[in-house]
């Protein structure tokens, strides 16, 4: 649909979202629980020193994202559906459904980690909740889910709104954590953490760095923001701006987040802090009043992170049904213009993550990873597409040579970034990707089924056998224990 002439799915006006809105949508789907965890994920892996370097790294690949997202809304604005969209124009129908899937997929299991992430900051307070994988915090984030839900529900722009508003809030707290926790600045603290390597063996700085990845990736998942919601903007250019500036400010307050925690807090006690972290921080600079403080923190600031991202997940959902990549009724609407069976699909899948908690080890961590690894498929697929777009000089007509030179650079590299991202999070999550996306397949044949057209070309074929082969190993690797949840 043309961005100039968007009206809604029932027939009125869109209110249009401007830039501030934009970067609000990056900011908010960004900084949701992934924030309040990072000093003790980055405590059990290394020190300052690897900190910097792991931030170094991530902030240049994802940075390299951010300028991909910014030239693909340049070079192809028609391309206005959001992620899925750059993979199926750049290698085909099967390859873009897998990215919606995948993308999805992450989604779900973000919001599910999001749930979990309350139930542990009640734990603090209420033994009940333990970990946030207890029957009662279970409980809780079902009821969450529906009730977010019906908001949702109640109309897209409503939810956005809202989520503007919660990001301001959220981001508050976490600047007063930054600025008292370096105020209480410890000289010989900071000199110890600086590589950690008198309080016990990390492993080099090489496998210290490799094991923020996983982490440093999660926290910066909805860099994306923007390009999902593109078909709103008021000005397609402010797709790209929003991105950018969205990510920069990320960026410093992770980084600054983490800092300030090694400049009071030694190592080991990082590593052994209870999560949320930054409760754990905080409450040891200022008292009892501190856990508190940075507890209602994170619950906002994840209440607002999981409204984003269910809206961007059923809008992932709708897109393709309406563009028939997807079954006809994934692209179903309420009376509200909302994408209701596609929502209703959502909450259904954050609903059957939310049980399965209940028999994993450690949830919390799994969720993150496992989001992670899921979202990876989407970001390679773009950063592919637009390092084609380079190589071959399509969409690049009147566009000086340097110009394309240095935007396939940037897609180059944040292709290999994402790659070395996979190699990253392991074979595990790899192999738990394709039992997701191997099932899923059969939208695929439905929504191909439905319009009459070829299910594979030969190359496809190909993509679904190997999909397939890593489904089924996946399945027997979870059914004997070889691999664990």
Known sequence: MSTDTETTRTGGSTAKMSLPTLTAMVVGSMVGAGVFSLPARFGVATGILGSLIAWAVAGAGMLMLAFVFQNLAIRKPELDSGVFIYAKAGFGDYAGFNSAIGFWASAVAGNTFYWVFIGSTLGAFFDSFGDGDTVLAVTLGTAGVWLFHYLIARGVRDAAVVNRIVTIFKILPILVFIVVLFFYFDAGVFSDNWTAYGYGDLGSLNEQVRNTMLITTFVFIGIEGASVY???????????????????????????????????????????????????????????????????????????????????????????????????FLGQENSNGTPITALVVTSLAVQGLLALTLFVSDALNFMLDLSTSLALLPYLLAAAYALKLGLTGEAYDGVTSGVRRKETIFAGAATAYTIFLFDAAGMKFLLLMTVILAPASLLYVKARSEHGRRLFSPAEIGLFVLIAVGGVIGAVGLWTGRITL
């Open 230 to 328: 593109s078909r709103y903007a008021k000005r397609r250019e402010d797709v790209g701006k929003a991105t950018v500036l969205g990510f920069l400010s990320v960026l410093s307050i992770f980084a600054l987040v983490t800092l300030s925690s090694y400049s009071v807090v030694p190592q080991p006690e990082l590593a052994d802090t209870r999560q949320p972290s930054m409760v754990g921080v905080f409450e040891s600079v200022v008292g009892d009043w501190g856990e508190v403080f940075i507890s209602v923190a994170v619950i906002v600031s994840v209440l607002g992170a999981y409204l984003a991202w269910t809206l961007m997940a059923a809008e992932v959902m709708y897109i393709p049904a309406r563009q028939d990549d997807f079954p006809e």
